[in-house]
């Protein structure tokens, strides 16, 4: 079985600075890992995942997250934020040979001018 | 290519009825996810299907029920509505079942029961 953990429930940052969204999992099998991000009244869209390899994985509208399998995290961060980057969003891990994803319970990022 | 569909998109039943969910997956895509979104419980996963068979379910009451058609699409019933039903039911399709696929989803359906 899996959990994932988002450490915070709501991150409020200013334009154009830098943000980190936290997501620890733990896992008694391998897993692949994933950040989704839901805009109101839409269905989850896929920011970037990682499977294997390099432990840095870029992502879609500049996003990026680091792999750290000693801390069994994978924090996502963007070094500009826009205002519509304003949404939730939502950290995933699967095992390698499962197909359910279990999901943390979710990140609001505000962007604030 | 067309994106995940699902239908109807919004949707207002009686408690004690029952209803029924209709997802189309991106053609080529052979495995379906159903998906129970809400403020309080987050996202709990429903259950999966792959080749028309359930591969995982998840722990819900047997109120809940999925199948999966040759083509690949996929409906979910709820039978005998509780107002804890309400929720925005999200699908997802991937290629595969298990390895490193995907999961594309859909606009999700709203439901609501009074």
């Known amino acids: 079985a899996q959990s994932v953990t988002q450490l915070d429930s709501q991150v409020p940052v200013f334009e154009e600075a830098p943000v980190e969204l936290r997501c620890n999992y733990s896992?008694?099998?391998?897993?692949?890992l994933f950040w989704y991000v839901q805009y109101p009244n839409q269905g989850l869209q896929l920011l970037l995942k990682y499977l294997s390899g390099s432990t840095l994985v870029k992502g879609i509208n500049g996003f990026e997250a680091e792999f750290n399998k000693s801390q069994t995290s994978f924090h996502l961060r963007k070094p500009s934020v826009h205002i519509s980057d304003t949404a939730e969003y939502f950290c995933?891990?699967?095992?390698?040979?499962?197909?359910?994803?279990?999901f943390g319970d979710g990140t609001t990022l505000t962007v604030k001018p | 290519k067309a994106g995940v569909t699902q239908t109807p998109r919004y949707l207002i039943k009686t408690r004690g009825q029952q209803v029924t969910l209709s997802c189309s997956p991106i053609s080529g895509h052979r495995s379906v996810s159903w998906y129970q979104q809400t403020p309080g419980q987050g996202l709990q996963f429903l259950f999966e299907y792959f080749s028309e068979t359930q591969r995982n379910k998840g722990n819900f009451p047997g109120r809940f029920s999925g199948r999966q058609f040759s083509n690949s699409r996929s409906e979910m019933n709820v039978s005998t509505l509780e107002l804890g039903d309400s929720a925005l039911y999200l699908c997802?399709?991937?290629?595969?079942?298990?390895?490193?696929?995907?999961?594309?989803f859909g606009p999700g359906t709203r439901l609501t029961v009074t």
């Open positions: 997802a399709s991937s290629l595969g079942f298990g390895g490193p696929y995907e999961q594309y």
């Open positions: 896992s008694s099998v391998s897993v692949y």
């Open positions: 995933a891990v699967r095992g390698t040979n499962a197909g359910k994803s279990t």
